[in-house]
């Protein structure tokens, strides 16, 4: 995507818009593509994952247009985390809502325990990102700096090869916005053949499994790693 943005970085350098701006639109966009899962049938699955294509360009461009005026500040950083928050629970939840069936697609009434996997889903996506960043928050009010990557090594030899194992598999990432998307679109597909919700109601229930099971790995991770010391 970099390859992408820098091209349309350089045209954007000079326009009236700011990087804040930008960082609003990206906003706007991520959770846009959770809305667009509400629309029933493949359609809805496409515009979601074209909409995270554009939050992800737009997450590269707030930041170029931002480093090549000299004009970052912490509240464009504030805003860029909370961009990720909510778009990336936008599209779980809006997975969820698809899932529940809110135009009867397939049922007869709204399976709203889709709906409510989704939000597990979603939360689980927030609070691993919220584990990370409260390390910086721990530190910082513990006078110390912010950490470093060599901080992030895990103590004890039987949790590095645990945490190896666990990154060469990368199924953690199956819960981040662009992964989900495709992950979501692909469910689309098969329900396309299937003529139902099956497909997609799996892939939320996966979602959702991941997102909790990641965020206690996550939270031993950090406790078990020099970050917190």
Request: proline residues 1%; contains cysteine; hydrophobic residues 50%.
């Amino acid at each position: 995507m970099r390859e992408v943005s820098l091209r349309i970085t350089r045209h954007l350098v000079n326009a009236r818009v700011s990087p804040n701006q930008l960082t609003h639109l990206m906003v706007l966009t991520g959770i846009g593509a959770g809305a667009c899962l509400l629309v029933p049938g493949l359609t809805g699955a496409v515009l979601g994952a074209v909409l995270i294509q554009v939050y992800l360009l737009l997450d590269c461009v707030d930041g170029e247009v931002a480093r090549w005026r000299s004009q970052t500040s912490v509240t464009g950083v504030y805003l860029d985390r909370i961009g990720h928050y909510l778009a990336e629970a936008a599209l779980l939840v809006g997975a969820g809502l698809r899932a529940a069936d809110l135009f009867h697609r397939e049922d007869a009434t709204t399976q709203w325990q889709w709906a409510f996997i989704g939000t597990v889903a979603a939360l689980g996506a927030i609070l691993i990102k919220a584990e990370t960043d409260l390390v910086d928050v721990a530190r910082s009010r513990s006078g110390l700096a912010a950490v470093q990557d060599s901080a992030s090594v895990p103590r004890s030899s039987g949790m590095a090869v645990a945490r190896r194992l666990a990154s060469g598999l990368k199924f953690h990432r199956l819960v981040g916005g662009v992964e989900a998307s495709l992950f979501i679109l692909l469910a689309g597909i098969l329900d396309a053949f299937d003529g139902g919700l099956l497909y997609t109601r799996i892939a939320v229930a996966t979602l959702a499994a991941i997102a909790v099971l990641q965020t206690l790995l996550h939270l031993v991770s950090i406790l078990a790693s020099s970050r917190l010391r």
